[in-house]
């Protein structure tokens, strides 16, 4: 599909593993965002990607939250040590454009639910 | 206090009626602003951006007073079609992310 793909749709996982969720966005957009969103909650941010390099993590909430972007196009954001706070929706969305130049339409992905027993 | 502040709602009301709520930003420097649709389990997707001047779209009017820092988004004639979650979006002047409220939840009844 022509949309920003984001797998696993659904993950459970016990407290300590560690999980990896991936982002395939939009054909040549070249920003990419990781949200987080808790029930009842609107997304929080996490990272910020202009190409491969992370522009903003400022929203990773502590250092067992980490994600890459090698090539510029998918991302992987990866969880260490996981722990029951975590469980939530994790979305990623993509931009044609990112920075100043955004016009605050990003295409979000369906998202990676994830839940910590 | 949070950035962005939006009624949880719910507004639930019969079709064809009008609904309008309000959200509240909390930074002046607030530059740009959007309203986002969001589906149950479904991920946000644009409804339309606020413009300084008011604007509307179908049977949408979204309106910003920036002197009183707050947005708010009204639905004429409602349809079932529009049941959801209203999130009220702030991007920040020089910023790169877009910062989101919680949402206002709109139910429409047959």
């Known amino acids: 599909g022509a949309g920003v793909s984001q797998t696993p749709s659904n993950k459970v996982t016990e407290k300590g593993k560690y999980v990896e969720l991936r982002c395939d966005p939009i054909s040549g957009h070249t920003a990419l965002y990781w949200y987080r969103q808790s029930l009842g909650q609107g997304p929080e941010f996490l990272i910020y990607?202009?190409?491969?390099?992370?522009?903003?993590d400022s929203g990773l909430p502590n250092d067992r939250f980490f994600a890459v972007r090698p090539e510029g196009s998918v991302s992987t954001l990866k969880i260490q040590r996981t722990e029951r706070g975590d469980s939530a929706v994790y979305l990623c969305a993509s931009s044609l454009k990112g920075g100043p130049s955004n016009t605050g339409e990003l295409f979000f992905g369906e998202g990676s639910r994830l839940t910590v027993l | 206090r949070k950035e962005v502040e939006q009624d949880p709602g719910p507004f639930n009301v019969p079709e064809g009626a009008t609904v309008a709520f309000n959200c509240t930003y909390s930074n002046s420097a607030s530059q740009s602003f959007f309203w986002y649709r969001q589906d149950c389990r479904k991920e946000p997707k644009l409804l339309m951006s606020v413009y300084s001047s008011g604007n509307e779209d179908g049977r949408f009017t979204a309106q910003l007073n920036r002197a009183s820092q707050y947005i708010s988004l009204l639905i004429r004639d409602s349809k079932l079609s529009d049941s959801a979650t209203y999130l009220c979006v702030v991007k920040y002047e020089g910023d790169y992310k877009l910062s989101f409220g919680a949402g206002t939840t709109v139910t429409v009844r047959a």
């Open positions: 990607f202009q190409g491969t390099g992370a522009a903003d």
